[in-house]
């Protein structure tokens, strides 16, 4: 069974950063990407980044330049650190690993931004 762990959400500021974890445990394949998602009150889930194994990326238009995705393969966990926030990023971040097309979940975890 794979699982999917969060961690580093919270209250900051705007202008302030936050930087997120997620680490998958279980079995899965390798060949996987790994991604953060998103979803504030109200509205649809929405792609923040995701990341290949080999390191290929894709961004959001709304968090380029300002959110930056890595992964270390070794732990199996995906980070996303995030820079110049405002308060329209405050919403739910998920965790998401896509294996072969089948989609894993994390729980979850709140980033609000507010002054």
């Known amino acids: 069974q794979v699982q999917l762990v969060e961690s580093g959400g919270g209250l900051v500021q705007p202008g302030g950063s936050l930087r997120l974890s997620c680490a998958a445990s279980?079995?899965?394949?390798?060949?996987?990407?790994m991604g953060w998602y998103r979803q504030a009150p109200g509205e649809r889930r929405e792609l923040v980044a995701d990341?290949?194994?080999?390191?290929?990326?894709t961004y959001a238009d709304s968090v380029k330049g300002r959110f930056t995705i890595s992964r270390d393969n070794a732990k199996n966990t995906v980070y996303l650190q995030m820079n110049s926030l405002k308060p329209e990023d405050t919403a739910v971040y998920f965790c998401?690993?896509?294996?072969?097309?089948?989609?894993?979940w994390g729980q979850g975890t709140q980033v609000t931004v507010s002054s």
């Open positions: 279980g079995r899965f394949f390798s060949s996987n990407i």
């Open positions: 998401n690993l896509i294996v072969f097309g089948q989609n894993y």
């Open positions: 990341i290949t194994r080999g390191g290929s990326t």
